[in-house]
């Protein structure tokens, strides 16, 4: 193929494409268990899938403004809707807060092992992804600042973080904000909150009441149980809602989505449900781990960490599994290499990954 005459702006063609986690294939003899991308194992609410069914007016548009699925959110969680904008998954918030935000020469600030669509995202618009140093994989605030610059002009903080499922406090999110300067916008990720139940955890909404420099983004793609809809949402501060209203595409959210989006809020004992299953299922996950001799770091959301001996053993795993019909994640692109990330699914899809990792251990002795 001849090379193309047309000259793209700089840092796309630095920009990695995104993998996502594997979800098997057509040829597959029985449906494998996907663990690979933090779905909800009990799929979304049934009131949810009965509002998308009735919501396929295809010749009609979308409300552009959201404003229906604004107010539910706002009631839900006690947030002005006027400060409130939907996008289609959190990570086109992401995108739009970089574009509004970052540009050729500056910097884009996150924490070593975090969300790999922050990095690809500021190369997109030119600017250069700055990763801190974690502690144990946790975000370490003291490596934040001291990575910030004059160039510094976003700082995304995953939290709980993925792919290690750790977290930071309210005090140390708190800490990070008044060590930045005001002109450095702080974006909370907490895509995985609705998972913690912790005294000490905040999803950053308190900043953003605080201070006109903070985001919080949350999506429907994770406890909400509807990631093919691409759903997400952000509060942020009058000026930032602002700008992003001003990039975004005037229907980026489907009537579908935003019908769905409104059962799913309103059906409480679903997600109730969906939290007791992680809970269990959690513990009993990680407690297996560490029996078979695999470490993992304490997670908060709805998947765990497995570190095994090295990259190779890890890939070797990767392969066994992948054979037997589980599909988990590699995170060799998040610089964990050693490392497999295992959504936590219901039960009998942990029974056959357990299986599947102990007929493996058994074999590599």
């Excluded at 409300?63 to 904008?85: Q, S, T």
């Excluded at 509004?100 to 922050?118: I, N």
């Excluded at 300067?181 to 995985?192: G, N, S």
């Excluded at 059906?267 to 992680?278: G, K, M, S, V």
């Amino acid at each position: 193929m001849s090379e193309s005459p047309l000259k793209l702006r700089p840092g796309i063609a630095d920009a990695p494409i995104y993998v996502p986690g594997a979800h098997g294939g057509d040829d597959d003899a029985e449906p494998p268990v996907v663990l690979s991308a933090n779905e909800n194992p009990l799929g979304p609410s049934p009131k949810a899938i009965e509002a998308y069914g009735q919501a396929l007016a295809l010749n009609r548009y979308p409300d552009g403004g959201a404003v229906a699925l604004r107010n539910a959110i706002g009631a839900r969680f006690g947030l002005d809707p006027a400060r409130i904008v939907c996008g289609a998954g959190s990570d086109e918030l992401i995108t739009l807060l970089i574009r509004c935000y970052a540009g050729q020469g500056d910097e884009v600030l996150q924490s070593q092992h975090g969300f790999l669509m922050y990095g690809i995202s500021a190369r997109t618009v030119g600017a250069t992804p700055v990763l801190a140093p974690e502690t144990n994989l946790h975000t370490d605030v003291d490596n934040l600042l001291a990575q910030v610059t004059e160039r510094t002009k976003i700082c995304f903080v995953a939290n709980p973080n993925n792919p290690t499922g750790t977290y930071i406090s309210g005090s140390e999110l708190r800490r990070l904000r008044e060590g930045l300067r005001d002109d450095i916008l702080l974006a909370v990720d907490a895509a995985y909150s609705e998972y913690v139940d912790l005294p000490d955890y905040s999803d950053g909404r308190d900043l953003v009441d605080d201070y006109e420099n903070v985001v919080m983004l949350r999506t429907f793609s994770k406890i909400f149980g509807l990631a093919s809809l691409r759903l997400g949402w952000c509060y942020a501060p009058a000026a930032v809602v602002d700008a992003l209203n001003r990039v975004r595409s005037p229907f980026n959210v489907s009537v579908p989505a935003q019908a769905a989006g409104l059962a799913a809020l309103a059906d409480r004992e679903h997600i109730a449900l969906t939290i007791d299953t992680n809970t269990e299922q959690l513990r009993r996950l990680t407690g297996a781990l560490a029996q078979l001799g695999i470490a993992s770091p304490p997670s908060v959301g709805n998947f765990v960490l497995a570190k095994f001996r090295d990259a190779d053993m890890a890939k070797r795993a990767n392969a066994y599994l992948m054979e037997h019909g589980v599909i988990v994640r590699s995170v060799a692109a998040y610089g964990l290499a050693e490392c497999l990330r295992m959504t936590v699914g219901t039960a009998a899809e942990n029974d056959r990954l357990l299986a599947a990792l102990t007929d493996f251990l058994a074999q590599d002795s």
